[in-house]
């Protein structure tokens, strides 16, 4: 395809989007049915621990030692998204790899409480389970963020983020990109 470069890989989108619909499926299953709110947290579990291996093994753009940067690399990059002068990045950008950081602990955190509490030590203990329920509410509100930020992004660069992590293409960069 002239033009586009060829990004996201499948494993990196298959994970996205199964950590996206088993996250959703445990938010809605919650009060409903315990069983498949237990399986979504078990999908998710097992598709944190893929991407783990894949972010060191993987390909390029996939991998953590290429969007995981610095926390004051991470805080001027913020700065030049409020004065409108972030660089558009073919991989993640800094604040969106600070974003996969954050979403990927607290949904391991979730997960890890989720499974503590029907464990004989810990089933019924209060605190773990408003800790559970705790982490649900975060975690929701880093999607929120996520989304945002995409929408800010896919905006500004002129650019479907949403399309490209289904397709895996994006636009190849120019002078002022960050390959």
């Given at each position: 395809?002239?033009?586009?470069?060829?990004?996201?890989?499948?494993?990196?989108?298959?994970?996205?989007?199964?950590?996206?619909l088993s996250f959703a499926i445990a938010w809605l299953s919650a009060d409903h049915s315990k069983a498949?709110?237990?399986?979504?947290?078990?999908?998710?579990?097992?598709?944190?621990?893929?991407?783990?291996?894949?972010?060191?093994?993987?390909?390029?753009?996939?991998?953590?030692?290429?969007?995981?940067?610095?926390?004051?690399?991470?805080?001027?990059?913020?700065?030049d998204i409020v004065v409108g002068r972030e660089s558009r990045y073919l991989g993640h950008n800094p604040a969106g790899g600070a974003m996969i950081v954050a979403l990927i602990l607290t949904m391991s955190a979730?997960?890890?409480?989720?499974?503590?509490?029907?464990?004989?030590?810990?089933?019924?203990?209060?605190?773990?389970?408003?800790?559970?329920?705790?982490?649900?509410?975060?975690?929701?509100?880093?999607?929120?963020?996520h989304l945002a930020g995409v929408a800010l992004a896919s905006l500004r660069h002129r650019e479907n983020l949403p399309l490209a992590m289904i397709t895996g293409w994006k636009r190849e960069t120019g002078p002022e990109d960050v390959a």
């Amino acid at each position: 395809m002239s033009g586009l470069v060829k990004v996201w890989d499948p494993v990196v989108r298959l994970f996205h989007w199964g950590l996206a619909l088993s996250f959703a499926i445990a938010w809605l299953s919650a009060d409903h049915s315990k069983a498949l709110h237990h399986w979504a947290g078990y999908a998710a579990s097992g598709l944190i621990v893929m991407r783990l291996v894949w972010g060191l093994l993987g390909t390029r753009y996939a991998r953590f030692s290429q969007f995981i940067r610095h926390p004051t690399t991470v805080l001027a990059y913020l700065r030049d998204i409020v004065v409108g002068r972030e660089s558009r990045y073919l991989g993640h950008n800094p604040a969106g790899g600070a974003m996969i950081v954050a979403l990927i602990l607290t949904m391991s955190a979730l997960a890890l409480s989720g499974w503590l509490t029907q464990t004989d030590q810990f089933f019924g203990v209060g605190w773990l389970e408003d800790g559970h329920r705790l982490l649900a509410k975060l975690l929701l509100v880093l999607v929120g963020l996520h989304l945002a930020g995409v929408a800010l992004a896919s905006l500004r660069h002129r650019e479907n983020l949403p399309l490209a992590m289904i397709t895996g293409w994006k636009r190849e960069t120019g002078p002022e990109d960050v390959a």
